[in-house]
């Protein structure tokens, strides 16, 4: 979420702005010439706010020689395109394209029984990410968080998720939504070896639907 905020502070500024525009609307990379007489501005100045599109994470760049530029004449410009599908903050945190990809991959992979299949789906998404965050050092705690949970203990041995990552879904489709989220943080847990935890559905008005104990 740190990083989605430090992406948003770097637009911010109504030239960065309008210079990440510009280079996002391009179906190719873009110089620090072009995107200074694109916006009216000097080339210093294009290139002093593209670097720090890059630093946020907004925008990548590379060294690109011109398509008409003879082989071994000058030094290739730096040029930058869109980096990753775009920018989305929601507070608090939402997973929106999480539960589309579950959904849509239990489609895929078999549509006469769809509703199994993305309870499948979603315990397979749970473990790979759980896997993976376990390798990256993070605990149960800090990978619900990272997620979007909020949880917090409760003192009594149970782990209480304040936030629903899914939450527009759910109020649509309540049992479909819960029933995948659950399945899905049970397998986060056994992805992340998290022993003697199991999760259960446990809902709450405002809250996750999912919590976990011993």
């Known amino acids: 979420m740190e990083d989605r905020w430090n992406a948003v502070t770097a637009l911010a500024d ?11 609307r391009q179906a190719h990379p873009v110089s620090r010439e072009e995107a200074a007489d694109a916006q009216g501005i000097s080339r210093g100045l294009a290139a002093f706010h593209l670097d720090k ?16 530029q003879p082989r071994g004449r000058g030094r290739a410009p730096k040029v930058y395109q869109l980096a990753g599908d775009g920018l989305s903050v929601t507070v ?21 029984n769809a509703s199994d299949a993305a309870h ?4 397979q998404r749970g473990r790979e990410i759980g896997t993976q965050l376990a390798g990256e050092g993070s605990d149960l705690t800090t990978a ?4 979007g949970f909020e949880p917090q203990p409760d003192g009594a041995g149970r782990m209480l998720l304040h936030n629903c990552p899914f939450h527009a879904l759910k109020n649509r489709h309540t049992a479909l939504v819960c029933g995948l989220n659950r399945t899905f ?14 999760a259960h559905l446990v809902p709450r008005p405002g809250a996750c639907c999912v919590e976990l104990s011993p």
């Open 185 to 198: 943080v049970a397998g986060l847990v056994e992805g992340l070896g998290a022993t003697g935890v199991e």
């Open 53 to 68: 599109l890059v630093d946020a994470g907004l925008l990548r760049a590379h060294y690109e020689a011109p398509a008409d």
């Open 92 to 112: 608090p945190e939402r997973r929106y394209e999480l539960m589309a990809q579950i959904l849509a991959d239990a489609v895929a992979s078999d549509p006469g």
């Open 144 to 147: 619900l968080d990272l997620l």
């Open 14 to 24: 109504p030239s960065r702005r309008a210079l990440y525009d510009y280079v996002r």
């Open 120 to 123: 499948r789906h979603a315990g």
